[in-house]
T-cell receptor, first 110, second 114 residues
Framework: RKEVEQDPGPFNVPEGATVAFNCTYS??????FFWYRQDCRKEPKLLMS???SGNEDGRFTAQLNRASQYISLLIRDSKLSDSATYLC???????????FGTGTRLTIIP | SQTIHQWPATLVQPVGSPLSLECTVE??????LYWYRQAAGRGLQLLFY??????ISSEVPQNLSASRPQDRQFILSSKKLLLSDSGFYLC?????????????FGDGTRLSIL
């Protein structure tokens, strides 16, 4: 089983709609969680950290479910500029490495 | 603020030629440094990481090597490139804190082997 698993998509969503992605992780000792976005042929960029109580940043909401070992990302009122690949990222305490999922591809359709 | 510089942006090399990619970070001290490779349409593969000068951890055995001659400089090298070395090479840094901090990436180097 992969350490971090994501549905690769693609998700084709009309502009203005709400879209949600889930990501599951296998290590119950995982401590830190992040969402990154990667545009085509560009470097990954940090979108947001994911906190235990859930957190929101504008149209983006991230949630963590430790019992079921998954994190989610919700995008409301989607924009054309949200089209990208979204990477789920997990780290374990004392480990200087991050584990990246292979990403979920999102395309917003006008 | 912290910035990360990676060069060159694009590189075309013949099989069997050497490689040197350089990455530098500004605005922070004693960062963790990382080299990743991303093949076309694939996920990120961690190649090397470093928690201090001269300290290199290798994740994948291959014909690549890494060095950290200075606190904020990380170099990826190869003596003889293979066709399979083609890909998008990314350098990243993070604050040292037991892996609880996110990583921040440079713009990447797109390497094509002919």
């Amino acid at each position: 089983r992969k350490e971090v698993e994501q549905d690769p998509g693609p998700f084709n969503v009309p502009e203005g709609a709400t879209v949600a992605f889930n990501c599951t992780y296998s290590n119950s000792a995982s401590q830190s969680f992040f969402w990154y976005r990667q545009d085509c042929r560009k470097e990954p960029k940090l979108l947001m950290s994911v906190y235990s109580s859930g957190n929101e940043d504008g149209r983006f909401t991230a949630q963590l479910n430790r019992a079921s070992q998954y994190i989610s990302l919700l995008i409301r009122d989607s924009k054309l500029s949200d089209s990208a690949t979204y990477l789920c990222v997990v780290s374990n305490f004392g480990n200087e490495k991050l584990t990246f999922g292979t990403g979920t591809r999102l395309t917003i359709i006008p | 603020s912290q910035t990360i510089h990676q060069w060159p942006a694009t590189l075309v090399q013949p099989v069997g030629s050497p490689l040197s990619l350089e990455c530098t970070v500004e605005g922070t001290s004693n960062p963790n440094l990382y080299w990743y490779r991303q093949a076309a349409g694939r996920g990120l593969q961690l190649l090397f990481y470093s928690v201090g000068i001269g300290q290199i951890s290798s994740e994948v055995p291959q014909n690549l090597s890494a060095s950290r001659p200075q606190d904020r400089q990380f170099i990826l090298s190869s003596k003889k490139l293979l066709l399979s070395d083609s890909g998008f090479y990314l350098c990243a840094w993070s604050v040292w804190q037991g892996g609880r901090q996110p990583q921040h990436f440079g713009d990447g180097t797109r390497l094509s082997i002919l």
